[in-house]
């Protein structure tokens, strides 16, 4: 006589079903599996969202060098700036004093 156990497992992912038959002869194992393809579809997301990441950080990173640039330009225009009026102060305290 055989017998036959069957066992059914779904996650929502993966449907597994294993059967067990059992007569005068060996024992029997029979497990299929099959998946939904879910994997692919997120292995495909994650390296888009890889590649969006590399290109914004390298988008920023050309932006903080212009924004480095517009600092020093900007801080020198004030070092001249300060010269010129250490200049004029200069020129106005001999013109009080008759130099």
């Not at 005068?24 to 997301?45: M, N």
Request: zero cysteines; glycine letters at 12%.
């Amino acid at each position: 006589m055989t017998e036959e156990r069957v066992t059914e497992r779904d996650d929502g992912v993966t449907r597994e079903k294993t059967v067990e038959r059992s007569d005068e002869a060996p024992h029997t194992v029979v497990v299929e599996k099959s998946g939904g393809g879910a994997g692919w579809v997120i292995a495909i997301v994650l390296i888009v969202a890889v590649i969006a990441g590399i290109y914004f950080f390298t988008q920023m990173s050309g932006n903080e060098a212009l924004e480095t640039e517009a600092i020093t330009e900007a801080a020198g225009d004030v070092g001249d700036a300060a010269q010129q009026a250490g200049d004029a102060a200069e020129e106005a305290a001999g013109n009080l004093s008759g130099n």
